[in-house]
């Protein structure tokens, strides 16, 4: 016989002859069952990239078209402006230039930018017809000055937006 058999023989009768202790064999098993449990609880790296990236493709469209138009803070709704003529796409052509607009104005001046439209509109709302047509003689002497006012004030945000003003 080889030296391997050998060795391999005399440590498989030692192994037989060790006795272990009950108690041991109740930790082995804990031991064990411990292990298997961690292993099917965690999952490999590459799922859960998988599944952040799903989640990711998933949830940032849903966010996109579940937040609010910015039309909607200066008009009301959509059923506000459709009353005086206006159409879908010029509610959407309003929408563009007012996200044009938060992307070029700081938070501060665009939070202005939206008031004082928001002014400006209201006073638009009241002059302009079902047919959409304005009608500036409707309005008091007040609101004719408050129109003028709100223009000029409008006027450096919008040439920021639209990138006309001189350097």
């Not at 060790?18 to 292990?35: E, F, I």
């Not at 070029?104 to 939206?114: A, C, G, S």
Request: hydrophobic content about 35%; aromatic content about 8%.
């Amino acid at each position: 016989m080889s030296i391997d058999k050998e060795l391999r023989e005399e440590l498989r009768q030692a192994a037989d002859s060790l006795h272990c202790p009950p108690h041991l064999y109740g930790r082995v098993r804990q031991s064990y069952q411990h292990y298997v449990n961690e292993k099917r609880g965690r999952s490999s790296m590459k799922k859960r990239m998988l599944a952040g990236i799903a989640a990711v493709a998933i949830l940032i469209p849903s966010a996109v078209f579940a937040s609010p138009y910015l039309a909607d803070s200066i008009f009301g709704s959509y059923e506000a402006v459709e009353k005086v003529g206006a159409t879908q796409e010029d509610y959407q052509e309003v929408e563009k230039f007012l996200q044009a607009a938060k992307g070029k104005l700081t938070e501060d001046e665009f939070k202005e930018y939206t008031e004082l439209s928001k002014q400006l509109m209201q006073l638009k709302l009241k002059i302009t017809n079902k047919n959409g047509v304005r009608n500036e003689g409707d309005l008091t002497k007040e609101e004719q000055e408050q129109w003028t006012q709100l223009a000029s004030k409008l006027a450096p945000y919008f040439e920021k937006i639209t990138e006309t003003a001189n350097p």
